[in-house]
């Protein structure tokens, strides 16, 4: 039996062209491509050069330097976790209430405030912001002089001037000085932390960005639909088969998704598909050697002080002008060498993931953050073989589609005459016909373990087509960003609407007239029977304010659609009648002693036959009523 593969242990630290995420101070998400020898723009924090980073585990929370005298780029700081917990401390022992924070506790009554001490005449008033007056004026420090302040010193020093020369500091509340505090950090620190490149930052920085590219869908919904789904990795290399040779299952999923490649992402990473495999990055890591490392200390003789974290209190100690250089080489430059048919390879038989999509080509572009580019893709990567794209055209009329119809066929001698170029161009043509041919027949056959649907067609339109594909106890997911798609599905695969369906099939004649047939899909537009247990769900987390008296979900909390799932099992309908088999035997009819004696006493033949039918036997019955005669 086959192991089960590895997972790829990819956010151990920052690789070359690498995606991810820098989490601003300002709470601010900045999705960065990190290429060697380029610099890193990132807005009025500043900017550094991107082999700072490479080698680098994530997490890890950077500060941008000022520029020495003679060097032309930023370097950067490892915060130390001691610093970053000092301040979040400093920042939970402020009370929760920003109204009337008391100005000095009382010394008895359990210690609560003055103002709350019934027993004094004279309590003290509680400190508000009523009375404070906040602008320009009250900081004795100017604009160009909190600019030119800027350009000398960190940022940790520019807060403590702002806040040293603010007249009206000691006027503010606890509260209201926790928020000022907070506001200056975000301002003067320049500070990011590194994210990696997963699916749920993903969806946190695009439903920022553009909520209806991928549906308004949530990690939550998408965590639910995954769930659901079933997807995981088949360790069988090969498909197993039924008794008519069509394939049946081997980790085979028809998935259709209209969020740009989210959904598809999703199911590659539960099947280990996601990212390329550990030892191909390592092979090509190998001939770079320590560039991360010469690339921070600015020269290979020189050794980093940085590398315990929480000591760290630089991490470049070059003394070149210009930035270190790395000798990583772009992705695009090394894994297309030694590779042959790039374009159209042959399709793995398990593990798979089949696309239905609306046009000529699958809109897949958020996989591109993930290493893998519809347009340029990279051999080396798992979905190369493992995606197949299919459009709705060559699954319901594959005659019609150019792509699926055979070029004409040429002899060898033919081919030998031909310059290299127009050879090359008709073993494309060749290759990119015989991989259609090979998913557009596999798919038409069916088999597949499951359905993701995440579209902004009809559902009711699309699962005729598809769920017949499904094998029996295949698993039918569907999404939705509106209830009332999903209710409409509810009804259609109905108890009701599927005892209708059957007592339908079984008074309907066997020589139906086409208008009866159409008249059926007009009132059944699915086939009822299909399904098993429909199921409409939906999951969403809420962030709460917790205060005494005031506990609500935040009021700053994004809204849109609330997206809901509908899951389904697929069964296969009996053909013909339903026949019972076994062994069915008549149980044996005792009555009660009186009952036996009354009939015992008839007379004649008719007592008789009576009393063997009330007795064990027919000789045993006889003797019996004569004994009670006599």
């Known amino acids: 039996m086959a192991s089960q593969p590895s997972m790829p242990n990819v956010h151990s630290c920052i690789k070359p062209n690498a995606w991810?995420?820098?989490?601003?101070?300002?709470?601010?998400?900045?999705?960065?491509e990190i290429k060697p020898n380029q610099i890193i723009d990132v807005g009025k924090i500043g900017s550094f050069p991107s082999n700072f980073l490479l080698g680098r585990p994530y997490y890890y929370t950077y500060e941008i330097q000022e520029k020495r005298p003679d060097e032309s780029y930023s370097r950067l700081r490892i915060v130390p976790p001691s610093e970053l917990n000092a301040e979040i401390v400093a920042e939970e022992s402020t009370p929760n209430e920003s109204r009337g924070d008391p100005a000095t506790p009382a010394s008895g009554n359990n210690d609560l405030p003055a103002s709350y001490d019934l027993l004094t005449d004279d309590a003290a008033a509680t400190k508000t912001n009523r009375l404070t007056v906040d602008d320009a004026s009250r900081q004795a420090l100017s604009q160009p002089e909190i600019e030119e302040l800027k350009k000398t010193a960190q940022g940790k020093e520019v807060i403590e001037k702002i806040l040293a020369g603010h007249a009206g500091l000691d006027e503010k509340t606890i509260w209201s000085k926790a928020k000022y505090m907070l506001r200056k950090?975000?301002?003067y620190l320049k500070r990011f932390t590194v994210l990696p490149m997963d699916i749920g930052n993903l969806i946190d920085h695009i439903l920022e960005k553009e909520p209806a590219r991928i549906l308004e869908m949530r990690e939550e919904t998408l965590g639910l639909m995954m769930a659901w789904s079933n997807a995981h990795t088949e360790v069988a290399q090969e498909v197993d088969r039924s008794k008519d040779g069509k394939k049946v299952g081997g980790g085979r999923w028809l998935v259709v998704d209209e969020t740009g490649g989210l959904v598809v992402a999703a199911m590659a990473e539960r099947m280990n598909l996601l990212h390329k495999p550990e030892d191909e990055e390592n092979s090509k890591l190998q001939g770079n050697?320590?560039?991360?490392?010469d690339s921070i200390n600015g020269s290979s003789g020189q050794q980093s002080n940085d590398v315990s974290m929480p000591d760290a209190p630089e991490t470049t100690n070059g003394n070149d002008n210009a930035p270190p250089k790395s000798n990583a080489k772009p992705e695009s430059q090394d894994s297309t060498q030694n590779q042959q048919h790039r374009d159209f390879p042959t399709p793995a038989p398990t593990n798979t993931i089949t696309l239905l999509h609306p046009?000529?080509?699958p809109n897949i572009s958020l996989l591109k953050h993930f290493g893998y580019d519809s347009n340029g893709p990279d051999t080396a990567h798992p979905l190369h073989t493992h995606l197949k794209p299919l459009s709705w055209l060559q699954l319901l009329h594959p005659t019609d589609d150019p792509t699926y119809a055979e070029p004409h066929a040429v002899p060898d001698t033919d081919l030998a005459k031909w310059k290299s170029g127009k050879r090359g161009t008709y073993f494309k043509k060749r290759r990119r016909w015989?991989?259609?041919?090979?998913?557009?027949?596999e798919t038409r056959a069916g088999g597949f373990d499951g359905l993701i649907v995440a579209s902004?067609?009809?559902?009711?339109?699309?699962?005729?087509?598809?769920?017949?594909?499904?094998?029996?106890?295949?698993?039918?997911?569907v999404y939705a960003p509106t209830i009332e798609p999903l209710v409409n599905l509810m009804d259609l695969y109905s108890r009701e609407r599927r005892t209708a369906y059957i007592q339908l099939l079984s008074s309907k004649n066997d020589t139906s007239v086409e208008s009866e047939e159409e008249e059926l899909k007009r009132d059944?537009?699915?086939d009822p029977r299909l399904l098993l247990a429909p199921t409409l769900q939906t999951s969403r987390v809420r962030e709460w304010q917790v205060l005494p008296g005031r506990t609500h979900p935040n009021m700053t909390g994004r809204g849109g659609s609330e997206g809901f799932v509908f899951t389904a099992r697929k069964v296969i309908p009996l053909e013909g009648a339903v026949e019972a088999r076994g062994n069915f035997g008549k149980k044996r009819k005792v009555g009660p002693p009186s009952a036996a004696v009354a009939?015992?006493?008839g007379g004649g033949a008719e007592g008789e036959r009576e009393g063997v039918e009330a007795g064990d036997g027919g000789g045993g019955g006889g003797e019996e009523s004569k004994k009670v005669e006599g």
Request: net charge positive; proline share 8%; with cysteine.
């Open 20 to 32: 991810l995420f820098l989490r601003l101070p300002n709470e601010m998400v900045k999705c960065i």
């Open 185 to 187: 950090r975000n301002k």
């Open 289 to 293: 050697g320590e560039a991360a490392q």
């Open 359 to 361: 046009a000529v080509q």
């Open 434 to 441: 015989e991989r259609c041919r090979t998913i557009v027949d």
């Open 456 to 477: 902004n067609l009809d559902p009711a339109t699309i699962l005729p087509h598809t769920v017949p594909l499904i094998r029996g106890g295949g698993h039918v997911v």
């Open 524 to 526: 059944f537009p699915v």
């Open 599 to 601: 009939e015992g006493s």
